[in-house]
């Protein structure tokens, strides 16, 4: 998802903007969230449940709700597994939309990008130097490209959300090692989730493993809450320093999606205001699953190796 922009307060002189992002870290505007609200720290006498949403927006997810998400999840990874087996030189983009298309629909559960802030297609397909939120159209396949493909489901009212970045054809070398490093990264994230490390935990893993390679990351789009919504609060960055941000409790559910940059970081978004390309023109790869927070770590709620 896209970032709100969060505004610090480096002195008590500087304020916070209405319709900034709120400071604790909810991805909402502040005056959605915090502002005018007195923030009491939890006691004995409030859940760990109702503080989470009270002070982060976090909506906790309990036994059903984990089970919803899972089985919309085996549904998304189902349907990564059939546009792997399909993807091939030749085929446009938009022959991959209509394969998630249809195969969503023919299993009862319906694709969350469609009309999605008035986004056209029921899937995102991502080619070479594009980072995300690619419009699938004309463009053709060729032999040698990378292809991401994200998938979110809505299966009984639960939402999951994963995506595979394919090779269509043969590989070249640049191509093998962006899809490497970023498919390395997400794991390095997902290692880091457990109870008591922090989100900032899950973004230093990753910036540290993708820059320790050379290859860069993305700042504007970060992981995200899932399972109730589309987008959830928290916000996932990608990137950042150890023990900073919300700690990790058991019931949270949130993507892990890092954007690897083959060059450099920054990023342009066409005039159809969805495609993000990379502004040096260099590949950009993605990996995503949905992670459930568990007593003693992780469960991925859409599990590939
Ligand atoms: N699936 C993307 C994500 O990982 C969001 C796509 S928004 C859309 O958060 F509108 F382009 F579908
Ligand atoms: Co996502
Ligand atoms: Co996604």
């Known amino acids: 998802m896209m970032v709100r922009k969060m505004k610090f307060q480096p002195n008590n002189k500087i304020k916070i903007g209405r319709n900034h992002s709120c400071p604790c870290g909810s991805g909402l505007k502040y005056k959605k969230c915090c502002l005018g609200k007195r923030k009491k720290p939890p006691s004995a006498f409030e859940s760990t449940k109702d503080f989470y949403y009270r002070q982060y927006k976090i909506r906790l997810k309990k036994k059903e709700d984990i089970e919803g998400i899972r089985k919309a999840g085996r549904l998304v990874t189902e349907t990564l597994d059939m546009v792997e087996s399909a993807i091939k030189p030749g085929m446009t983009t938009d022959d991959i939309n209509t394969l998630v298309h249809e195969f969503t629909i023919k299993n009862r559960a319906r694709p969350a990008p469609l009309r999605y802030r008035k986004f056209p297609k029921s899937t ?63 794991k390095m994230g997902m290692k880091m989730v457990r109870p008591g490390n922090t989100i900032g935990d899950i973004g230093w893993a990753i910036q540290n493993y993708a820059e320790g390679k050379g290859a860069s990351v993305v700042r504007e789009f970060v992981g995200h809450g899932v399972g109730f919504q589309f987008h959830e609060a928290p916000q996932v960055p990608h990137y950042g320093q150890r023990g900073d941000g919300i700690p990790l409790i058991p019931g949270m559910v949130f993507t892990i999606e890092p954007m690897i940059n083959l060059g450099k970081k920054e990023l342009r978004v066409l005039k159809d205001k969805w495609t993000a390309i990379t502004k040096d023109g260099s590949l950009s790869a993605q990996f995503e699953q949905t992670v459930l927070v568990t007593e003693d770590g992780f469960e991925s709620l859409t599990p590939y190796d």
């Open 124 to 186: 995102c397909v991502s080619v070479n130097e594009v980072i995300c939120h690619g419009i699938p159209g004309k463009r053709v396949l060729e032999d040698g490209d990378i292809a991401n493909v994200d998938v979110t489901s809505v299966l009984e009212g639960y939402f999951a959300d994963a995506n595979r970045t394919f090779f269509v054809g043969t590989p070249g070398e640049d191509a093998k090692k962006i899809v490497g490093i970023s498919k390395e990264s997400m």
